[in-house]
């Protein structure tokens, strides 16, 4: 038996580290709102192998298969590097949905082509569970214990080289599990992989390097001529890419009375398609230039001593504070590698802007961390934020951002000197959303902080392609919309707005058709108007919280034929903004009700059949046993992953890094879990129904207690807020690991054959709950999911009751 939870352990491991490979693989390649799909390929097929060892079930399987352990681990081995090599020479492109119907077969293939390693590891553990039923729960501890540890391995991996390596990292973990539990045969086969994923590292690398949309921006870029590629970093938070490329010109809204030339650039693509640029300030005639960017206009107004540059990539405005003569430059940088390649590879180009002052991390947490603590008190003049990158795109509509959440600005207001302001400049996407959420957003700030009169502290000016809005801690004075004025008009940056502004006086460089912008500042900043100009608009442009954190999502679904009509007719734009939850959720919910059905169909066909003929007339599962197993294994796969994925989403706040939050939180969960799993098999009592009340009780707890935890621990150091949450998280995964073998073991005594079957229910729900998640965060937030998972536990509470008594 040892073997048998050692061979688990890995195979557990393994596809974890693959799953998490896969997200990496998904945002470089495709784009980052792909990479949720991943876990809904994962867990179908796991669900589909319970669904084939159900129809399968015989009487001779335990004796079939008890051999086949091994197999299996063999088979998900070689189909993790087989599967991911041929799909990385799928041809599929979520650019080509428009033009190419074929693209739908080739999403198809890539979908199942990904789930087949994920099939077999659902074959090896089901197996292990209803061939062992009795030991459910040292098996699923091991279970749980191996994917903990493989949420910590891909990440050292992933830190240090690209996802690749860490893809053949798990395949060789599951080899070894055959190597350990296979026959002679089986061995030699093992080791043959084995060795031909240490050739493929070393001698043919671009053979399993992640292949990048010709679409995204690096690919563009590159393609122009002369462009050349220097290098590419790997962290477990993004690939970086280095080049030189003649389209590499970065002077977001760069006033069009600005004839010279710009300084030489070198481009960065984070994930193949983000583009930022170090500007190289060896010649300082040419910086002149920063001069006629709108994101100078904060400058302009008076003089800025203390300034903190939010996520500043690749320095343009740090560079802006220093040509204006900042004293004192605080930069915080979100991306720990990009830091670490701007200061170690362009330090001298750069003029050494990340050199000193500079944290890594989320600005908002920083404002009460290293800069905010002891004797080193600091209050800014100028926050700047900047929304640009140097390629104009769609953004991502269901990925996380705190730094442009109403309580991220009320840090930002609370941290200025009583004069300074904040600098936000964005690039202007129409039709208008963007910088509507941004002005609604920094006006809900102001008034949690009980300041009314938000009109007198606004100001915006446009170029022909960016905006900048300033939002002051105090009202501008005279002085400073005079001189606002006067740098609009010489750089010939139309106004927006500032207080006391008449519409004659918008719109006079760069004309547009309505002048929506002017319009949609005026009516947003009235208080009377607000309510119903935000609730009425075509795109969701609501203030964003904490609870749902979505800034970028604006989709309003009743409005989705109006949005396609405004937006040429085309579903691309659905895609590019990662507006495909809706879809995905029915694709999938089709799926699991098919998988979920199946075997229930094919067995009573069959039992049908023999019941007709001269056959033993086959045991019948009593319907009142169906129904309950069903409900219970449904809601312990919703709960379980409605806590973990908005544990995640929410933590990423705390650690100030999704990777991180992936590794802490999955780490914490899955390794107490398993030791729960583990103890229940040793103390009878915690196998009780009443533990799913427990777990009720303590997820309404985690979920009041949130806020004041991330609070309290954003202040102290990474390692001491990793180590605080892990110990906090335990006793929640101590109890989630105790319901799913104890069911597991009810049915090995009740009825065995169903146990594949509650497997296939199971991850079916846990594909769901992902996807379901991000739609209920979206709509109500994180809190709302907690108390559907609290609500999903008692479900499972009252289902186990049930079974317990047939």
Not at 262 to 286: F, N, V, Y
Not at 454 to 482: G, V
Not at 663 to 678: D, E, H, Y
Request: contains cysteine.
């Amino acid at each position: 038996m040892n073997r048998l939870y050692f061979v688990v352990f890995l195979v557990s491991s393994s596809v974890l580290m693959f799953e998490v490979s896969l997200t990496r693989v998904f945002s470089i390649r495709l784009w980052y709102h792909f990479a949720f799909v991943v876990i809904s390929i994962a867990m179908l097929g796991i669900g589909s192998a319970g669904t084939v060892l159900a129809v399968r079930a015989r009487d001779t399987f335990r004796i079939n298969q008890e051999s086949n352990i091994a197999v299996y681990s063999l088979l998900t081995g070689m189909s993790i590097i087989i599967c991911y090599i041929v799909s990385n020479y799928i041809p599929f492109d979520p650019v080509k949905f428009s033009w190419e119907k074929i693209q739908f077969f080739y999403l198809a293939l890539f979908c199942i082509v990904l789930s087949i390693p994920f099939f077999f590891s659902g074959i090896l553990i089901a197996t292990a569970f209803l061939l062992h039923s009795e030991k459910s729960k040292f098996i699923y501890g091991s279970d749980l214990l191996g994917a903990g540890t493989g949420s910590l391995t891909v990440l050292f991996i992933l830190n240090s080289a690209g996802p690749e390596y860490a893809i053949l990292s798990a395949s060789a973990l599951c080899l070894i599990g055959a190597l350990i539990a296979g026959k002679r045969n089986i061995k030699i086969v093992s080791l043959i992989f084995v060795l031909i994923n240490l050739l493929l590292l070393t001698v043919h690398p671009d053979f399993v390097k992640v292949k990048i949309s010709p679409y995204k921006r690096l690919s563009i870029f590159l393609d122009y001529p002369g462009a050349k590629h220097l290098d590419t970093y790997h962290s477990s938070y993004s690939q970086i890419d280095t080049f030189k490329s003649p389209a590499v010109r970065f002077a977001p809204g760069l006033s069009l009375k600005y004839l010279e030339s710009l300084p030489e650039q070198t481009g960065l693509a984070i994930d193949g398609d983000r583009i930022d640029a170090i500007t190289d300030t060896g010649d300082k005639e040419k910086l002149r230039f920063l001069e006629f960017l709108p994101a100078s206009a904060a400058f302009e107004t008076g003089k800025r001593n203390n300034v903190l540059v939010i996520d500043p990539g690749g320095g343009l405005h740090v560079l802006i504070a220093e040509y204006y003569g900042s004293r004192k430059i605080h930069k915080v940088e979100s991306n720990p590698l990009l830091v670490k390649v701007v200061r170690d590879d362009f330090s001298e180009i750069s003029g050494g802007i990340f050199d000193n002052d500079t944290w890594t991390g989320y600005g908002r947490n920083r404002l009460h961390g290293p800069l905010f603590t002891g004797n080193n008190l600091q209050f800014y003049d100028l926050i700047d934020l900047s929304m640009t990158d140097a390629s104009v795109s769609g953004v991502f509509g269901i990925s996380e951002d705190y730094k442009y959440t109403v309580e991220a600005f009320s840090k930002y207001i609370n941290a200025l000197k009583k004069d300074g302001m904040i600098s936000i400049s964005l690039y202007l996407l129409p039709p208008p959303r963007t910088e509507f959420r941004i002005l609604a957003t920094i006006i809900s700030a102001f008034e949690q902080l009980g300041i009314k009169d938000t009109a007198n502290r606004l100001a915006a000016i446009r170029s022909w392609d960016s905006m900048t809005i300033l939002a002051r801690k105090s009202p501008f004075n005279d002085r400073e919309i005079k001189l606002l004025k006067n740098f609009s008009k010489s750089r010939r940056f139309d106004l927006v707005y500032y207080p006391g502004i008449k519409e004659e006086e918008t719109n006079k460089y760069v004309k547009i058709p309505l002048n929506v912008y002017y319009s949609g500042f005026k009516e947003i900043i009235n208080t009377d108007s607000s309510p119903s100009f935000i609730n009425d608009y075509l795109f969701d442009i609501r203030p964003v919280y904490d609870n749902n954190p979505f800034f970028n999502y604006y989709l309003r679904l009743s409005n989705v034929n109006a949005i396609y009509e405004v937006m040429g007719r085309k579903w691309l734009y659905f895609i590019e903004e990662g507006y495909l939850l809706p879809v995905v959720f029915i694709i999938v919910l089709m799926l699991s009700i098919i998988i979920i059905l199946l075997p229930v169909i094919l067995k009573a066909i069959r039992n049908r059949s023999l019941s007709t003929g001269p056959e033993k007339k086959p045991e019948r599962v009593k319907p009142s046993l169906m129904l309950p197993t069903f409900i219970y294994f449904a809601m312990l796969g919703l709960g379980f992953m409605f806590v973990e994925v908005s544990l995640i989403q929410q933590y990423i706040l705390l650690f100030e890094n999704p990777s991180y939050a992936v590794a802490v939180v999955l780490t914490a969960i899955l390794i107490s879990s398993g030791t729960g799993s583990m103890f229940s098999s040793r103390f009878s009592r915690l196998s009780s129904p009443y533990s799913l009340l427990i777990l009720s009780l303590l997820i309404v707890i985690y979920c009041q207690m949130h806020t004041l935890s991330v609070n309290l621990l954003t202040a102290l150091p990474i390692k001491t807020r990793i180590t605080a949450m892990s110990v906090m998280l335990a006793p929640l995964g101590f109890f989630m690991g105790i319901p799913f073998p104890t069911g597991i073991k009810l049915l090995g005594r009740k009825f065995e054959r169903l146990i594949p079957w509650a497997w296939a229910i199971n991850a079916c729900l846990s594909v769901l709950a992902p996807i379901l998640t991000i739609m209920l965060a979206l709509t109500a937030g994180f809190q709302t999911v907690f108390w559907f998972a609290a609500l999903a536990y008692f479900l499972a509470f009252t289902s186990l009751k049930k079974l317990s008594a047939l």
